[in-house]
């Protein structure tokens, strides 16, 4: 399985993005997904995941209401619309795979369950 993001910029405080992950190999249908990000000297942090399904999803509570994550399947891409852009929001956004047959109710938001990484894509956000 591979991934592969795209979307990062710059962008002012208060602007809007959109990040693509497209997923290589594997079988997307059965898959959750998920955004996490890092920023200098940090440990990556979650962000969102979406159920294979697409019918469940979670975000940290510093992005709900701002940040939409969907998927599709026919694309085998998973995005993270991100509107009402804030300066710490600034991070290098990567998708993940979460590990099939884990619990996507309690595990999701584990980077230590995610078995496949696309190499990330910089958002930055000016004050």
């Known amino acids: 399985v591979q991934l592969q993001a795209s979307g990062g910029g710059l962008v002012q405080a208060g602007g809007s993005l959109r990040l693509s992950c497209v997923v290589f190999?594997?079988?997307?249908?059965?898959?959750?997904l998920g955004w996490f990000r890092q920023a200098p000297g940090k440990e990556r942090e979650f962000v969102s995941t979406i159920s294979w399904s697409a019918e469940n999803t979670y975000y940290v509570d510093s992005v709900k209401g701002r940040f939409t994550i969907s998927r599709d399947n026919a694309e085998n891409t998973v995005y993270l619309q991100m509107n009402n852009l804030k300066p710490d929001d600034s991070a290098r956004y990567y998708c993940?795979?979460?590990?099939?047959?884990?619990?996507?109710?309690?595990?999701?938001?584990?980077?230590?369950?995610?078995?496949?990484w696309g190499q990330g894509t910089q958002v930055t956000v000016s004050s």
């Open positions: 190999g594997g079988t997307f249908n059965s898959l959750a």
């Open positions: 993940g795979s979460l590990r099939l047959g884990t619990n996507w109710y309690l595990r999701s938001r584990s980077r230590d369950y995610y078995d496949y």
